[in-house]
DNA sequence: TACCGCAGTGAAAGCCCTTTCCCGCAGGGA
DNA sequence: TCCCTGCGGGAAAGGGCTTTCACTGCGGTA
């Protein structure tokens, strides 16, 4: 790899003109000088070493982004907003997928605080385990005390600022829509218990019932992993359990998607016997047949609003933003079925009958 | 920031013993010292500056990665499988977005190198550009000389090593299939005409048709986005053009979602009225309704297979693996409709019979 | 004429690590 | 007793870049 001192050298300049006439530097150089350095440069493909360039300056610009995955459609859209600000301020993200792996978030803190970035950024539920959540604040305590600016999407144990969608209410919005239509029996494929996002969002849902004088018993609860597969499963689960369910809550929109294939398995028909209620509103929601009812949570908001707290000025006490839930209505959310036979017919295609 | 001497000098010992402690060298340290040093990162929070350790190590060990979108399924499938890889021999990945922007691609390359990266992985599709690809090429060729390995994934513009799925016969078996269902009037929604994916799906298909001698004129193709709202907008398009269509070859998984809500917009039931068969079996293709009948493409192996050419043994002649393609057959596709009415109905609720 | 200021350039001091090279020392063989 | 070996540790030389600082001319002012 050719350095800085042979296109230097080629050119007959110092190493500081070099850099100066690839930088762009204020100090002013001749035009024959920049010629001869430019020609140098391309003769030799001459590009600056990063890892030098980074260590010279002192200057942090890059900024890092723990999600859980950025290829799952709500990672996607909040990574879309962060990058938008990013881009427009010329930054560069480094963005790391720790699979909601808490060991993995921990060290890719350190990872990227050795990178030397200017922020951090993490997306994705916190965790009910005190132990990590004590380890995760000294870390960013850490950082945050050699002047690393630290924001986190949807999770509050941290202390610093925050970018929070308004998981109960949109757990509420669900239950009460549910309650509106006259669902008596619900249901709910719920993320991981560890996951405050899941607890969150039964609050809000518990609430709602509660409103009615109803409650939500754990046998009408099924805990699953946070996806496609999860939902279907857990839905299959929650059918064995009580096949008199007219409606099921999808904790979020991948569940419901798993939710839905069950119920289409089970020749179930969606929203004629069974109601589903996603969350999130990710694209293709709109696009499931019958296409998902859900709670809608302003994803790429979220991350425009955590990358601007994080480049703008710092407040001397933490912010934390609470960005609202709204329902979506759609067609997957129906009145519920009469109790006429008392249970659900075995008829295969009666799927989409509205 | 503590840095390495900081550390040193806390512990009482020069930075050439704290950083063998640190870095776990072979050469040995006495235990007391090793302590020393410990406890020292422990109270500082010590991080290495991970640039200063990159310049200083001669070894080069990230990998770079550019794709169109990671969170493009497409995308994301592929970058799986270049995860599993590299995760395994212990490599970083860093991933670029070039969301099919040329500039931004060749800026990207540069960008890797200057970041140092043993290899670079290029995913996606060519581009029928000559000045672009040679400007690629002799990027890449003044990478090559410096050490650098390279792989694409699907595109055959290069010279180098390359991982690449067989579009072409994935057009004819899609081609084929409708053909055997009496389809005659066959509509394409196609990717940027631009972009060499496209048109080597488009002449599989077009072999397909010839073989029972008919042809695919320029009027039954129509190219937009490679996403959900251009293959809508394309469908719509092409529905107006030609309302007798019976069936419709998208030439993504994304666009053939837009299709089929275009086509249940239009009240057009699939498969009875227009059969829809998509291309690359992206994960939710099985989930919309009715299930899309799609060319699959064994994604993950692509990224596995590309990442193990550029960590493997570098060979003496360029390596091309061609992966196959193979047609799933789901519920968008069926026989021709019959010509009776000579138009589809406009009954509204039609869109999933069978 | 002496001096000041400034444009243009280069020398060199970092930035923070890793790693080679070298040194002191203790133990073992001759 | 002397020498060799090998272990444990430190000094210092990079790695490639940026940036401060010092220097050289030059035009302009007093």
Chains 1, 2 share one sequence.
């Not at 950082?143 to 999770?155: E, K, M, N, Q, S």
């Not at 509660?210 to 279907?232: K, M, N, S, V």
């Not at 996603?278 to 425009?304: C, E, N, Q, Y």
Request: charge should be neutral; aromatic fraction near 4%; proline fraction near 5%.
């Amino acid at each position: 790899m050719a350095t800085l001192s042979d296109v230097a050298r080629r050119a007959g300049v110092s190493p500081a003109t070099a850099s100066r006439v690839i930088n762009g530097s204020s100090k002013p150089v001749t035009d024959e000088l920049r010629e001869r350095v430019l020609a140098a440069v391309a003769e030799l493909q001459y590009v600056p070493n990063a890892h030098a360039q980074l260590l010279a300056r002192s200057h942090r610009s890059a900024v890092g982004v723990i999600v859980h995955d950025v290829s799952d459609p709500y990672f996607a859209e909040i990574t879309r907003g962060l990058q938008r600000v990013a881009t427009d301020q010329g930054r560069l993200l480094m963005i790391c997928n720790s699979y909601r792996d808490p060991d993995r978030e921990l060290e890719y803190v350190e990872l990227l605080r050795g990178h030397q970035v200017a922020a951090l950024i993490l997306a994705g539920s916190g965790y009910h385990d005190e132990a990590f959540t004590r380890q995760l604040n000294e870390k960013l305590a850490a950082y945050g005390a050699t002047g690393g600016r630290v924001a986190v999407i949807g999770r509050h144990e941290h202390s610093g600022d925050a970018v929070m969608p308004d998981n109960r209410t949109g757990g509420y919005l669900a239950g009460r829509e549910l309650c509106e239509l006259g669902h008596g029996a619900i249901g709910v494929v719920a993320g991981p218990r560890i996951l405050t996002t899941t607890t969150d969002r039964l609050a809000g849902l518990r609430q709602a019932l509660a409103e009615q004088g109803r409650d939500l018993p754990e046998r009408r609860i099924r805990y699953a992993e946070f996806d496609r597969d999860g939902g279907a499963e857990a839905t299959a689960r929650l059918l064995d359990a009580d096949p008199e369910l007219t409606a099921i809550v999808a904790l979020n929109d991948s569940m419901a998607i798993g939710a839905l294939a069950t119920l289409r398995a089970r020749s179930l028909a969606v929203p004629r016997w069974v109601s589903v209620i996603g969350f999130d509103d990710m694209p293709i929601a709109r696009d499931v047949t019958p296409a998902l009812t859900t709670v809608r949570l302003p994803l790429v908001d979220m991350g425009v609003r955590a990358m601007s707290l994080v480049l703008g000025a710092e407040a001397l006490s933490p912010r934390v933003e609470v960005l609202p839930a709204e329902l979506i209505r759609r067609d997957t959310t129906g009145p519920a079925a009469r109790a006429t036979t008392g249970s659900a017919p075995r008829a295969r295609r009666a799927d989409t009958a509205s």
